[in-house]
């Protein structure tokens, strides 16, 4: 079965997915890995506490304070 095809009595085919292998290595990767993961939701908590502090000091939030920057 490792071409996915299944030959059953008759002459038909079932034909499967062949699933592919999965391996770990120590090399750098990119995508989904646990250490990018992290990093995003620390770089997402700093952003939002970075809003909050943002509305905080200035009375307004970011869309307001982007458009009082014209007055300025």
Do not use: C
């Not at 989904?32 to 000091?57: C, D, H, P, Q, W």
Request: glycine residues 14%; hydrophobic residues 45%; charged residues 15%.
């Amino acid at each position: 079965m490792k071409s996915g095809v299944v030959v059953e009595e008759g002459g038909r085919q079932n034909i499967y997915a062949v699933e592919p292998k999965m391996y770990v290595t120590d090399q750098p990767q990119f995508g989904f890995t646990k250490y990018a993961e992290l990093f995003n939701g620390r770089m997402a908590m700093i952003g939002f506490v970075s809003l909050l502090a943002l509305e905080v000091f200035t009375g307004h939030g970011v869309i307001g304070f982007l458009g009082n920057l014209s007055n300025l």
